[in-house]
């Protein structure tokens, strides 16, 4: 008599004989699981590869956002210490009590302005090139997602090539 809380008797028939005896049986079968596990293989190749590709794209975007956040943090350093120089030409008291003269402050004065005119005509350069990289890389990451294989018969076209 059987209960609830007896166990199933033991079968003499495990899982991979099963399997076994249908693939001896079945070598289709034997073709689908191992043909499985190579799409398996290749699915995961192709998600390091995409992995790999998307942490270069974003270090490449950390790099260049740092080296935007450097240029305008010495832009702002130059525009404040440009401001305090015209501050001080404009500060009467400040003129009087100066030991230079007010030819050689604005003597000084052009050469800043200039300096910070050529300063802003690299940042926009450099920020064209930021916006062209940015873009290539757009266009690098749609190509590359465009070419993976989205489904099987596409991994099979990839397999025969």
Same mark, same amino acid.
């Given at each position: 008599?059987?209960?609830? =809380?007896?166990? &199933?008797?033991? $079968?003499?028939?495990?899982? #991979?004989?099963?399997?076994?005896?249908? @693939? @001896?049986?079945? &070598?289709?079968? /034997?073709? =689908?699981?191992?043909?499985?596990?190579?799409?398996?293989?290749?699915?995961?190749? $192709?998600?390091?590869?995409?992995?790999?590709?998307?942490? *270069?794209?974003?270090?490449?975007? #950390?790099?260049?956002? %740092?080296?935007? +956040?450097? *240029?305008?943090?010495?832009? !702002?350093?130059?525009?404040?210490?440009?401001? #305090?120089?015209?501050?001080?030409?404009?500060?009467?008291?400040?003129? @009087?009590?100066?030991?230079?003269? &007010?030819?050689?402050? /604005? !003597?000084?004065?052009?050469? %800043?302005?200039?300096?910070? !005119?050529?300063?802003?005509?690299? *940042?926009?350069?450099?920020?064209?090139?930021?916006?062209?990289?940015? /873009?290539k890389l757009r266009k690098e990451r749609s190509e590359v997602l465009?070419? +993976?294989? $989205?489904?099987?018969?596409?991994?099979?076209?990839?397999k025969q090539d």
């Amino acid at each position: 008599m059987l209960s609830a =809380h007896s166990r &199933p008797a033991a $079968t003499a028939v495990t899982r #991979r004989a099963v399997l076994a005896t249908s @693939a @001896a049986v079945s &070598p289709l079968l /034997a073709w =689908h699981l191992s043909a499985s596990a190579a799409d398996a293989a290749s699915v995961a190749s $192709t998600l390091r590869a995409a992995s790999r590709e998307s942490k *270069i794209d974003e270090r490449k975007e #950390r790099e260049l956002l %740092d080296e935007m +956040r450097k *240029i305008k943090r010495a832009e !702002e350093m130059e525009a404040a210490e440009l401001r #305090r120089l015209s501050a001080a030409q404009e500060n009467r008291l400040a003129l @009087a009590t100066n030991v230079e003269s &007010p030819e050689r402050l /604005a !003597e000084e004065m052009s050469e %800043d302005r200039k300096a910070l !005119e050529a300063d802003e005509r690299e *940042i926009a350069f450099i920020r064209e090139e930021y916006k062209e990289g940015m /873009a290539k890389l757009r266009k690098e990451r749609s190509e590359v997602l465009r070419r +993976r294989p $989205t489904s099987a018969i596409d991994r099979l076209r990839l397999k025969q090539d």
